[in-house]
């Protein structure tokens, strides 16, 4: 039963951010109910069904950026001419992980200058305490986002209630707002707001030199609807739909060469390391991998909002 569960998660967590319609449709709904009801067995399955817990050998991705994370949660170092910048830290477990991969990487984790993320859930914000105790970087967060990072989790809107989804808090440094620019010597990200998964949902933009040739690139956050949440009816917090429908909008309009999302499942990651052998830093290069992962996340967008609305007819009539 643990095994089955393992392998319809994946295919949940798969279908929801592609929008790629499963194989058996009926297990997916099933298990998605199921989950729905319950968020400690989603995390606990997904966890272990996607390997966010697993450790990984580092990779240089293009130019100045480095992944570090795990073999399920993406973690990218950002060198500059003036220390190192962190984007997302994983879960709780995953600080030592990333400090080793910076350390196989040849650089120094007590040069970490800068913390940052897309949102603050326990997955990717779970090791941020313990690499700024081990460099004393700042931490950097869209204003929206501070009281959940600094509650450690407690006041999400929908994990709020469940200490497994808790994480060791941090204090914010910087307050972002939209569209503010964080610098670090000759590195510069764009934070752009977009919630929907979260109310302060960041999505990072920056260009980037490689081998004489110029790139945009997009880490992409907020688009995920998760097994439980409310969007149209009934709504899991004020304003949730609009949120995603702006996100959606934003993220459509950034057309970025590479793109380089929180899980790395939702882009290849593993063949795209592979890649790497045989084309160098272009097998990142992904275009049209990034607009069908935006044509998915809005396929599954309109299908939560249909299913939701068939079943408040069901129930009204």
Known sequence: MKLFLMMLVTVVVYCTVTGQAPVDAAKKAALRDTLAKDPVLFLKVASKAMKWEAASLPVHVAGPIYFVGTKGLASYLIKSSEGLIVLYTGMPSSGPMIEQSIKKLGFNPKDIKLLITGHAHSDHVGGMQYLQKISGAKIALMEEEKDLIESGGKTDFHYGDYPVYYYPPVTVDRSLKDNDVVELGNVKLTALLTPGHTKGGTTWVMNITDQGKKYKVVFPDG???????????????????????????????????????????????????????????????????????????????????????????????
């Not at 739909?241 to 999302?261: A, F, H, S, V």
């Not at 790497?276 to 992904?286: I, P």
Request: charged share 20%.
């Open 223 to 317: 688009i995920s609807i998760n097994p439980g949440y409310r969007v149209s009816v009934n709504p899991s917090y004020p304003g949730i739909q609009q949120n995603y429908m702006r996100t959606l909008d934003i993220l459509e309009g950034l057309k970025p060469d590479i793109w380089l999302p929180s899980h790395t499942d939702f882009f290849d990651f593993e063949a795209k390391s592979k890649k790497k052998v045989a084309k160098g830093n272009n097998a990142f290069v992904d275009p049209q991998g990034y607009k069908k992962y935006i044509a998915g996340a809005r396929t599954t967008y309109n299908q939560v909002i249909k299913s939701e609305m068939l079943a408040t007819q069901k129930i009204n009539n």
